[in-house]
């Protein structure tokens, strides 16, 4: 079984990891179709060749790179006229052009075709995205949802063939894996992601700015907003506090995790998107370290029981979480033990690859 998948994620290369365990499938023949870069609001993204065995990552320009909704493959059809796939996996939302196009050329070649869907709300779009849409929808021989939300979302929009509930990518529980010990130091808070208004940090901010001396808040990444978060940093005389990282390399993340006491993923819900996963969490779980996050979206289905949870835009409820934590080292350690155990149970990339790699096998399955 030879699979295309076509998915600018994988650029980053900590996500190439779930790719190597497809690859060790003994009846699975992968090809990786990527472009050199992906931009967005958060910056540029170039291509990690990172995790490379066993498949064939192969780069390819796009167009309109950044515009999630228009962009496309153009040397597509020449690359599935060369390589004649099984089945294609279009690592893509069904209302974007990018899997419409791709979907019409698998079904010229009568191939099977899987797609992949994030959105967890109920939007009803204009054309031609609807019409983009309805078609992935009556020509997919299968789907994928990243979270339960954007399952039922597909179910209410009209999507009727087999569907799967998988997260995009999971963790590699050796990359990210817990420091031997971490050091007696003023409780250090951590942010990773975009700096939008969606990810509600200056929520996060506000509330660091009353807790009790000492701590520290580290922010890894960039965005539109890092300005105005700064001058509300300085506003609220906590700017000493705060060091703010940029964007990091996603090899550079396990050790992020590993240099803080708490993730906080303080998301907030816009009338156009919630959480939809929220992946820093799992990470950090994963590296024992414990997270806090509002209740946007999937969040408390990826967190559990495994760590914090506070109603988004509540500062008041987001301080006395990290109030807790900062003068209760042992609740700490309790919930990054429970987090990696979490992890390991359900958010692994082997688990989501040998999902993933079961969807392959129902779809080219004869009918």
């Known amino acids: 079984m030879h699979v295309l998948m076509l998915c600018k994620a994988c650029v980053v290369g900590a996500y190439q990891k779930k790719l190597e365990a497809l690859a060790q499938a003994p009846d699975l023949r992968l090809t990786v179709l990527v472009p050199p870069e992906w931009r967005d609001s958060r910056g540029v993204q170039p291509l990690e060749r990172v995790f ?61 075709t899987v797609f992949f869907a994030w959105q967890n709300l109920f939007r009803q779009y204009p054309p031609p995205f609807r019409w983009w849409e309805q078609y992935n929808f009556r020509h997919a021989t299968y789907a994928i949802a990243g979270n339960h939300d954007a399952a039922q979302v597909l179910r209410s929009k009209g999507y009727r063939g087999p569907l799967r509930v998988i997260p995009q990518f999971g963790v590699d529980p050796e990359l990210f894996a817990p420091p031997p010990s971490r050091p007696q130091r003023p409780l250090t808070i951590g942010y990773a992601g975009g700096l939008i208004p969606d990810k509600g940090v200056d929520v996060l901010l506000r509330a660091c700015a009353g807790l009790p001396q000492p701590w520290r808040l580290h922010v890894a990444g960039t965005g539109p907003e890092e300005k105005a978060l700064r001058t509300l940093a300085r506003q609220l005389g906590i700017a000493d506090q705060v060091t703010w990282l940029g ?36 990470e950090a779980m994963a590296c024992e370290t414990p997270v806090i996050g509002s209740d946007s979206g999937e969040i408390p289905h990826v967190i559990g029981d495994a760590g914090l949870i506070f109603p988004e835009e509540d500062v008041e409820a987001l301080r006395r979480h990290l109030r807790h934590l900062q003068t209760h080292p042992e609740a700490r350690e309790d919930l990054g033990r429970r987090g990696r155990e979490r992890v390991l149970a359900r958010f692994t990339q082997a688990q989501v690859a040998q999902a993933t790699l079961e969807v392959y096998r129902e779809g080219v399955r004869p009918k």
């Not at 390399?249 to 998301?267: C, K, Q, T, W």
């Open 52 to 112: 490379t065995r066993g498949y064939t990552l192969q780069v390819t320009p796009i167009r309109w790179n950044g515009h999630f909704h228009f962009y496309y493959f153009p040397r597509l059809p020449a690359v599935l006229d060369a390589l004649q796939p099984d089945l294609v996996h279009i690592d893509e939302e069904p209302y974007n052009l990018a899997t419409w196009l791709a979907m019409r050329e698998a079904v010229r070649r009568n191939m099977a």
């Open 247 to 282: 964007k990091l390399g996603s090899m550079a993340m396990p050790e992020f995790y590993r240099g803080i006491d708490v993730l906080v993923l303080p998301s907030r819900t816009m009338p156009r998107w919630k959480e939809q996963f929220g992946r820093v969490l799992v």
